[in-house]
């Protein structure tokens, strides 16, 4: 079940338990269909996975729209080392 769980929440599908009936928060515009039938095939495998680890997954709000974010610390030394040696050497290092 955590798979599919994960996988919903890929697609940005909010999923929980409310009274015993599973509820799908769906974005507008996705195509759900296929997704609704393995949510279906699953519907009560699913319902008490949730219940049992009472976990609700809910998708993170969208951060602030900022000029700039803090970066990390390994954020701030792959930025040093792509302005200090060149996107090349990032890449082959990414790649090992």
Known sequence: ????????NGYGINVEVENGNLKLNIPNGFDAQDILIEVKANKQSLISHIL??????????????????KLSSAQQRL???TRWTGIRWLTICLRS
């Open 52 to 69: 049992e680890n009472k976990r609700v997954i809910h998708i993170t709000d969208q951060a602030d729209n900022k000029h700039g974010y």
């Open 79 to 81: 930025y040093f080392c």
């Open 1 to 8: 079940m955590e798979k599919l769980l994960y996988k919903l």
